[in-house]
């Protein structure tokens, strides 16, 4: 009897379905009885995050993170800005450099400026035989495995987990009360490894974007953040002139490519504000855009497609399921298209 064979997986779509088991192991590796167990300065006034690529638009995340959760002010920066900038570095400031091989050519630049101007590093990295990982004062190697995709996934999501654990601990170290964000903690991976099983709409999503040369992608916040990684992802797998813009900022000037694209992917998720609903309003008002909407509410959206995946309320877990769902989200429009995930053309990881 003939029975025909399943396509082989691609490495991209392999490394996007690890991420739940990986994010599990990283929770459990450093939390005990709900007490963060990372190495971390006792003081931290201010930070400065200096990342590239995708590692920037995880940077932008963990922004959310460290202001919301820890109450601490910090600034992202790209790697390059960071290298020629004039300013002095300031000894004060506990500067994090996120880089997935450990080697990324310009943070580890950056990294080095910035340890012999004598500041305090911490080194976010998949690799603990690295340039960054010696350089660096206090680090947390993500364990995500080595990445064969081009297209950065599981070092994604998990460089935001470890983040997030940072920002917890820099809380408890302040004596501020994390209960909220720790109290569903070791229920993570559960919740997000079923995400995309039960996420409606995304095949339909997929075919419809497949058939734009171009469109844009909004967001708020750190939604804001994932629409940037959203289209990146989009951009380096299928070379669609995916373009990202904070939500608000699109009306200013941003939103006159409408009058040419009619298309947007817009991610918004149960904690938006009214403002993002009025902007959204403007948006369909004027220009009537053919949107596809990524959400975990339950509200209606004036929208061609609705992806919706499943209401949490915990802020990692929906953080989370928006990257899962953003990365399938590219990996079929580029499947769609026939294009080579694994090695877009092109494309390489940017080391010394």
Known sequence: MFFSKKPKKSQMEMEILEQSGIIGSLISRNIENYVVLLDMPLIVRQIKIVASGSSYNCALVAKTFFEKIARTDTEVIFSGE???SEK???KTVLYFFI?????TYDTTLAARKAKEAGARAYAVVNNENSTLWELCDYKI?????????IAATKSFSASICALYLCAVKIAQNKLLDTTEYLKNINEVQKNIESVLDLTLNIDEAAEFLSKYKAFAVIGQGANYALARECALKIKETSYIDANSCSMGEFLHGHIAILNKIDTVIEIITSNFCNFELKTLDKINDDYAPKSVVITDCQEKFCSK???VFPYNEDMLTRVLSVVFVVQMLALKIALILK???DKPHGLNKVVK
């Open 339 to 341: 294009r080579n995930v």
């Open 141 to 149: 190697n993500i364990n995500a495995g080595a990445e064969n995709s």
């Open 99 to 103: 880089s997935q091989s450990g080697e």
């Open 82 to 84: 960071f290298i020629c």
């Open 305 to 307: 497609v609705s992806v």
């Open 88 to 90: 002095e570095v300031d």
